[in-house]
């Protein structure tokens, strides 16, 4: 048998079983270590010609997208960074001058977050291979996990899905971005290149979190659940869905999309670009309707409450997903959200 | 200019400005997070046919090894291990059997230790990579660092050197060990392919750190300086020096050799295998010679003072390292510790 006849997911669940006991299943790795404290610990292995390409992305910016999809899964756990280390292989005629780029990327969205490279291996390997594990701290109070998403839950992006996959169609195919703006053009470029892990969230969270809490029941400690939309946002609702054992509707017209994907695709193909495209790095979020309201104003730049979590039983059947995208405007007929078009690694 | 041109070392310089000031130059990173208490953490990437090779090494081994390294990385920052990541890159055509066999060897190793796989990553490369990151806890005083050895101080080895690159010829030429007895020919092919880290050498240190501390001034803090040997001997002792500014002495009938080797080899040979074979994850220690007596009684298995940490000056000169093997029977001349037979990554 063959890796590819079971693919990531059936080798994932045959690995599984090399772990402790509820280890495997979010963004990143929760240990206790001191009381009070967790640790959390994320890792992630690129390979050149499956996840970079000189094509579309500069040392530089593989560097950059590295350091914010470990950083995104730190936010995702509801952690604060500490730092990263990566191992590097690398073929022995590569430049010199491709590897400091790399790290120039590497450090440059890092400084954003206040944090840094901590360690590290070097080795020789006939492919660029960049692996990349990164550890934060969070309070165990405060973790975000998937599998705690409540009934009546709001769903909640933090901000707009789509624009990086529009950002690679646009190094891909020049041609299509001929009627956008310049502004318009590079901002969804950076959206693919620099992509920004949504670690300024937190802090606006838990502000939200305590405030609310002195209205009400103390003792009601409120659980957020929720993952990053790096793999697409559809993906994370499904993915949080089934690790709470729960199902959800999406209204497709609160999905905030840029705008300029209008002058770009139809509506249709910006909505399914936003569902599967992957790589945005916001954060989908769980958590009461009272908390999720402010926390979408205050975050602005197209954070939005997209959907509720329902009860399971509701949309379930043997062949889709729990999860039902509806209109209100009745112009879509409801359809369910698939898993299909995502990416496959294998 | 290619990476080839300026090696590895020449690599490892250039990405060093890249991270913090004082964070390169150990077997692992140390960050603190809660008072009291350090982070150590450590990162390996494995590749396929540079790092093991179904010729001489069945995945299963592989696990093991790759585990011990970075095991044997926080046994030498004197950390307990609390748990490792696996980064895993495949290729499709790879049958699962294989990765399931090396997460055998893995856990085989890490449950030796009381530690798991808690987190990680599966992709699809050309090439099979395997990217371990440990992390593990440390009282910050009581970290062991290559940069804080004293003049005077004794160097322990916490065992034989020689036996896994005796094991790995053995591997590679069988007809070498006819005149061996199985007993022998296994225990040094089981150095090669299951490695032990020395987390078993921490709490006699510590025991006899806290035992003598009651006798004398409370307040003169025992700085245990060292590193583990997985690159050779020599390699350990030089790097060491090195980071400490400070030269050695070592006494080449005290360096502890598998007896069967006398069986293999000539002395001389034995000898090069111990300093520069590589692969033997012990753990290389300076401490003051009342301290080093009682732990190499109590280590026993070949743990041994090899020599003293000397002035640098007494033999330094331009071209060879700061480190003299002297011979007390006068048989052989003293000579310079080299690096250059140590192993080239590039």
Redesign the interface.
């Known amino acids: ?6 693919g ?1 997911q ?3 669940e ?2 599984q079983r ?3 006991p509820g ?2 299943g979010d963004d ?2 929760v ?1 206790a ?2 009381p009070g ?1 967790s ?1 959390v ?7 050149d010609k ?2 970079f390409s000189d094509r579309t992305t500069a040392p530089e910016d593989a560097g950059w997208r590295a350091a914010a999809a470990n950083l995104s899964d730190l936010a995702a756990m509801g952690a604060s960074p ?2 990263i ?13 491709w ?2 780029q790399l ?2 990327g ?2 440059a969205c890092l400084q954003q977050y206040d944090t ?12 660029i ?1 960049v ?1 990349i ?1 990164a ?1 934060g ?1 969070a309070s165990p109070n405060r973790l975000i996990r998937r599998s705690v998403a409540q009934l009546g839950d709001a769903i909640v992006v933090t901000g707009v899905h789509g624009a990086a996959r529009a950002g690679l169609e646009l190094l891909l195919h020049p041609e299509l971005g001929q009627h956008l703006s310049d502004g318009d053009r590079m901002s969804l470029i950076q959206a693919h290149q620099r992509p920004k892990p949504r670690l300024d969230v937190l802090p606006v969270l838990w502000d939200i979190l305590d405030s609310q809490s002195k209205i009400q029941n103390p003792k009601s400690k409120i659980q957020v659940a929720g993952m990053d939309s790096s793999d697409g946002l559809a993906d994370a609702i499904v993915q949080i869905c089934r690790c709470s054992g729960v199902g959800a509707f999406i209204e497709r017209s609160k999905i905030t999309i840029p705008p300029a994907l209008s002058q770009l695709i139809s509506p249709e193909q910006a909505l399914n670009w936003a569902l599967y495209g992957g790589e945005d790095f916001e954060l989908v979020l769980c958590l009461p309707p009272e908390k999720a309201q402010p926390l979408v104003e205050r975050l602005g730049n197209g954070a939005a409450i997209v959907g509720a979590i329902a009860p399971r039983a509701r949309y379930a059947n043997a062949t889709s997903s729990e999860i039902l995208l509806v209109d209100s405007s009745r112009v879509y007929p409801d359809e369910h959200l698939t898993l299909t078009q995502g990416f496959q ?2």
Chains 1, 2 share one sequence.
């Open positions: 048998m063959k890796i590819r006849d079971i990531e059936g080798l994932l045959r690995l090399f772990c402790p280890m495997v990143a790795a240990l270590t001191t404290r640790l610990v994320t890792t992630d292995v690129l390979v499956v996840h500490l730092g280390t990566v191992g590097l292989g690398v073929p022995s005629d590569l430049s010199v001058n590897v400091e790290y120039q590497l450090t840094s490279i901590v360690g590290g291996d070097i080795c020789r390997s006939p492919v291979t692996a594990t550890f701290e690694h294998f």
